[in-house]
T-cell receptor, first 113, second 111 residues
Framework: EAQVTQNPRYLITVTGKKLTVTCSQN?????MSWYRQDPGLGLRQIYY???????DKGDVPEGYKVSRKEKRNFPLILESPSPNQTSLYFC????????????FGEGSRLTVL | SQQGEEDPQALSIQEGENATMNCSYK?????LQWYRQNSGRGLVHLIL?????REKHSGRLRVTLDTSKKSSSLLITASRAADTASYFC???????????FGRGTSLIVHP
C-alpha cells in the first residue's frame, strides 16, 4: 500500500531534549516536505527536499533541521525543542516538484513542556 | 507565506444541501489544488486544476477557477455527514511549483 509513515504519532517532551520525527515513503517520490499545523494558521512549510541530498528552507525553518540521505526517508530534527514548537506536524511527498498531488502522513502531535 | 485564503472559515449545512467554499489568491498560479482533512488526520488530495483550466469534476465535487479574479470555488453537491472535514486550497506559483496552503474552511454537515 502506498503510504507516508511518520513516527512517533504522539510525543510529549521537555524543553531542550533533542528529538527526531521520522518520515518514510514507499512510492519512490523525489519531493518530500514537512509542515506544521497550528490553530488559525493553517499549514506552514518548514523544510522541503527536491531529491536526495537536496533540501531547502520553507516558511518557518527556525529551530528545525532535516536531512535527505536516502530517497525514502526525510527526518525532522528538533535539536533543542521549545514550547513554541508544540504543534501537529505533517510529512508529505509527491512524485516530483510540480507534479501536483501531495501524499500526507497521518501526523505527529508534539507537545514541548 | 500563505498565498491562498479560503472563505468562509466555517460552514454548517444540513445533509443533502450543497456546500460551496472559495479560495482567493494573490499572484498568478501554475496549479490550484483542493485537499480534505478529517479532524487531526493527514490531508487527502481531492482535485487539481491547472491555470489554463476553468472547471473540473470528480464525483460530487466541482471545482472552478477564475484566473481573472484570482479565485477558485469547490462545490460539494448533495453533502453527507461524512463530508464533515476541513478543506484547504493549495496554490503553486512561478518556477518553484511548491504548493502553499491556506487556513482552510471547516465544514460541518448535520445528519
Amino acid at each position: 500500500e502506498a503510504q507516508v509513515t511518520q513516527n512517533p504519532r504522539y510525543l510529549i517532551t521537555v524543553t531542550g531534549k533533542k528529538l527526531t520525527v521520522t518520515c518514510s515513503q514507499n512510492m519512490n517520490h523525489e519531493y518530500m516536505s514537512w509542515y506544521r499545523q497550528d490553530p488559525g494558521l493553517g499549514l506552514r512549510q518548514i523544510y522541503y527536499s527536491m531529491n536526495v541530498e537536496v533540501t531547502d528552507k520553507g516558511d518557518v525553518p527556525e529551530g528545525y533541521k532535516v536531512s535527505r540521505k536516502e530517497k525514502r526517508n526525510f527526518p525532522l530534527i528538533l535539536e533543542s525543542p521549545s514550547p513554541n514548537q508544540t504543534s501537529l506536524y505533517f510529512c508529505a511527498s509527491s512524485l516530483s516538484r510540480g507534479t501536483g498531488e501531495l501524499f500526507f502522513g497521518e501526523g505527529s502531535r508534539l507537545t514541548v513542556l | 507565506s500563505q498565498q491562498g485564503e479560503e472563505d468562509p472559515q466555517a460552514l454548517s449545512i444540513q445533509e443533502g444541501e450543497n456546500a460551496t467554499m472559495n479560495c482567493s489568491y494573490k499572484t498568478s498560479i501554475n496549479n490550484l489544488q483542493w485537499y480534505r482533512q478529517n479532524s487531526g488526520r493527514g490531508l487527502v488530495h481531492l482535485i487539481l486544476i491547472r491555470s489554463n483550466e476553468r472547471e473540473k469534476h470528480s464525483g460530487r465535487l466541482r471545482v472552478t477557477l477564475d484566473t481573472s479574479k484570482k479565485s477558485s470555488s469547490l462545490l460539494i453537491t448533495a453533502s453527507r455527514a461524512a463530508d464533515t472535514a476541513s478543506y484547504f486550497c493549495a496554490t503553486d506559483t512561478g518556477g518553484s511549483y511548491i504548493p502553499t496552503f491556506g487556513r482552510g474552511t471547516s465544514l460541518i454537515v448535520h445528519p
